[in-house]
């Protein structure tokens, strides 16, 4: 089992609409969570963290669910320039701070 | 941009060689990562290096090494390249404690045939 789990999608969103999706995490011990982005053919990009009690950044806003172990990526009023390949991350400091991703989670906004 | 640059953007290799990548890290940073991602998966760590030490490594065989330079440049080095490691091969520098914000680089496309 992968340590970190995204469904692939694609999630064809139309514009305007909102869009969620989750991610699964199996270590428990993972203390810090994150959302990055990665457009085609590109470098992967910090979206936002994602706190115990939730957290919003303009139109995005993740959710931590430690108990059932996952996290969540809510996009409201979704924009042609949101699509993308959205990775979930967890961070273990007892691992050196390794960064752990996701096999991400694609998103297209359509017209 | 971040301010992480990468070299070569691609490369083509043959099976059995060896390959030198290079990155820079952004100005400040003093931890660099490495990650191997595969086409339609995240990408994967290798290692990372903080103060010219490996300070951590993924699952990855001893083929596979690296160096970190006093100016936090690094490289990453593979050798008896495998067709499976055709991969975009992604650096990441950051600040020892915040190593969970890291800033990519590009990548170099590697290409094994």
């Known amino acids: 089992r992968k340590e970190v789990e995204q469904d692939p999608g694609p999630f064809n969103v139309p514009e305007g609409a909102t869009v969620a999706f989750n991610c699964t995490y199996s270590?428990?011990?993972?203390?810090?969570f994150f959302w990055y982005r990665q457009d085609c053919r590109k470098e992967p990009k910090l979206l936002m963290s994602?706190?115990?009690s939730g957290n919003e950044d303009g139109r995005f806003t993740a959710q931590l669910n430690r108990a059932s172990q996952y996290i969540s990526l809510l996009i409201r009023d979704s924009k042609l320039s949101d699509s993308a390949t959205y990775l979930c991350?967890?961070?273990?400091?007892?691992?050196?701070?390794?960064?752990?991703f996701g096999g991400g989670t694609r998103v297209l906004v359509k017209p | 941009e971040t301010g992480v640059t990468q070299s070569p953007t691609h490369l083509i290799k043959t099976r059995g060689q060896q390959v030198t990548l290079r990155c820079s890290s952004q100005?400040?940073?003093?931890?660099v990562s490495w990650y191997q991602q595969a086409l339609g998966q995240g990408p994967q760590f290798i290692f990372q290096?903080?103060?010219?030490?490996?300070?951590g490594r993924g699952n990855f065989p001893p083929r596979f090494s690296g160096l970190q330079f006093p100016n936090y440049s690094s490289e990453l080095n593979v050798n008896a390249l495998e067709l499976d490691d055709s991969a975009l091969y992604l650096c990441?520098?950051?600040?020892?404690?915040?190593?969970?914000?890291?800033?990519f680089g590009p990548g170099t496309r590697l290409t094994v045939t």
């Open positions: 990441a520098s950051s600040i020892s404690g915040r190593a969970y914000e890291q800033y």
């Open positions: 270590n428990s011990a993972s203390q810090s």
């Open positions: 994602v706190y115990s």
């Open positions: 991350v967890v961070n273990r400091v007892a691992a050196g701070n390794k960064l752990t």
């Open positions: 100005s400040g940073h003093n931890t």
């Open positions: 290096y903080y103060r010219e030490e490996e300070n």
